[in-house]
């Protein structure tokens, strides 16, 4: 059973190939998603991230949700030496973090139903269980940045998360705290395969910030594989990415 | 004596620098005559092969003065310790939710591999209650910030079955290279389309303000 909504202003897609899947069961994660799109959403006057940015709410005063995702986000700024920083401008835009967080605590939500195949995509960042309705691990698709029709890679995975940083779609969305605009113009698409989307996701956001050497974190990152596109349409992969390269 | 022991000694010291320096000028001009020049076939090089003369880019399209900036091999920092992080569970979990024209449900077609030439959002709100005649509607010309956005809605037996877009922000200017020294390990290909089937596709997060502006002209013109 598959699904589609449009929440937190994205596709959000679940499937489940398991037997016994109802609509109930993903309904319980489209629920989810907005509970944390009423949470975190910076474009809702009201949601509890705004109130934190008019300074009608401090953090330390702030739901557990909150905290975790202002301590999760405190130490992947450290993780990525200042490349990944929620902060902008006195104003905190979480949604780097939360997206893969939200994604991962979905895909937990199915696997404690009981469920052992199925994937949670929200705006392309996906985490993937099991196989798909065939008996084949989930076949995922990396999108062409230059022709929004078309995929360039097709990658075969199972118990991993997939997220793809870009600008193509959302223009220069990505801040990067230390390189200008200018050098980040020179890659158009940078993806991670991660064991977990959370990780994949934020890895893939601050590895994007990091231009041209970005591939080079994920490289050295255990248990992470990239496949970065620059502006020629030349791709740049890891060591460890082929693994994942699906061929017919 | 000492004198002239150190004349010679000035006269070898300048000769083995401006030989030096020749003999780079020279290594130089070899180097970047014999680069490679890759075309766009499906040619897939590990760059360990490639001796100090970064592969020359050749785009695809005309690319307005290519500036090549090289990038110095920067050493990147790795954090010491990632912990798995378990997300906590909220402490409201809604399931029943204040139905919005945004979150409505959605039928979803039941083809479960998506076909290469169809776009991610298979499916898009339907506001109840309205029926959308058959047809191919084109929705507005929305700006996603970096350049234009357009959809096109395609309607079948008044549902939506898909969504193609017309127009996007791309952009592909300047050039830089990577220092093909710092990465031993790293390979490097064209990219390629692709024609096999996939279930879900991996791509940057769709412009939402940009997308649900015109995909709402289009269902708004596809409405009878």
């Known amino acids: ?248 | 004596m000492a004198n002239v022991v150190r004349t010679i000694r000035k006269f070898f010291v300048s000769g083995f620098v401006v030989f030096t320096f020749v003999a780079y000028a020279l290594h130089e001009r070899v180097v970047h005559s014999t680069a490679p020049v890759s075309g766009s076939g499906p040619e897939q090089t590990a760059i360990a092969l490639v001796v100090p003369s970064p592969t020359q880019l050749v785009p695809a399209t005309p690319v307005p003065s290519a500036t090549e900036i090289p990038v110095p091999a920067t050493v990147v920092p790795v954090p010491t310790t990632t912990e798995t992080l378990v997300p906590t569970a909220p402490e409201v979990a809604p399931t029943t939710a204040v139905a919005s024209p945004t979150d409505a449900p959605v039928p979803t077609p039941t083809a479960v591999p998506v076909p290469t030439d169809t776009p991610a959002p298979t499916t898009a709100p339907q506001v109840a209650g309205s029926q959308y005649k058959d047809g191919e509607y084109t929705g507005s010309v929305a700006d996603a910030y970096y350049g234009n956005l357009q959809v096109k809605a395609v309607i079948q037996k008044g549902k939506i079955a898909n969504v193609e877009f017309l127009d996007y922000p791309h952009d592909r200017r300047t050039s830089q290279r990577i220092n093909s020294q710092a990465m031993p390990y790293l390979q490097e290909e064209a990219i390629q389309v692709q024609n096999a089937n996939v279930d879900i596709i991996s791509g940057a997060t769709l412009t939402s303000q940009a997308f649900v502006e015109s995909l709402q002209a289009a269902l708004n013109s596809a409405k009878s």
């Open chain 1, 1 to 248: 059973m598959k699904e589609t909504r449009i929440l937190m202003g994205m596709p959000v897609t679940v499937e489940v190939a398991d037997a016994g899947v109802t609509a109930a069961s993903l309904e319980v994660v489209f629920g989810y998603f907005r509970y944390v799109d009423g949470k975190f959403s910076t474009y809702q006057d009201n949601s509890e991230i705004s109130l934190i940015n008019q300074g009608a709410l401090p953090v330390e005063q702030a739901s557990m949700d909150m905290r975790t995702i202002f301590a999760l986000a405190e130490q992947t700024k450290q993780a990525t030496n200042g490349y990944f920083d929620i902060r902008r401008n006195g104003i905190y835009d979480p949604s780097g973090v939360v997206k893969g967080w939200a994604i991962a605590h979905a895909a937990g939500m199915l696997r404690q139903a009981g469920f052992k195949n199925y994937y949670v995509d929200a705006g392309g960042d996906i985490q993937a269980a099991g196989k798909n309705s065939h008996g084949q691990d989930w076949r995922v698709g990396i999108r062409n940045p230059f022709n929004m029709q078309e995929i360039v890679k097709v990658l075969h995975v199972s118990e991993c998360g997939v997220a793809t940083s870009g600008t193509y779609v959302r223009g220069q969305h990505i801040y990067s705290p230390k390189n200008d605009a200018e050098s980040l113009k020179e890659i158009v698409s940078l993806t991670v395969v991660a064991p977990d989307i959370y990780d994949a996701d934020r890895f893939a956001t601050a590895a994007f910030a990091m231009g041209t050497t970005g591939i080079l974190f994920i490289e050295q990152l255990a248990g992470c594989e990239g496949y970065m596109i620059n502006a020629q349409g030349r791709a740049t992969f890891t060591s460890g990415f082929a693994r994942y390269i699906y061929h017919d």
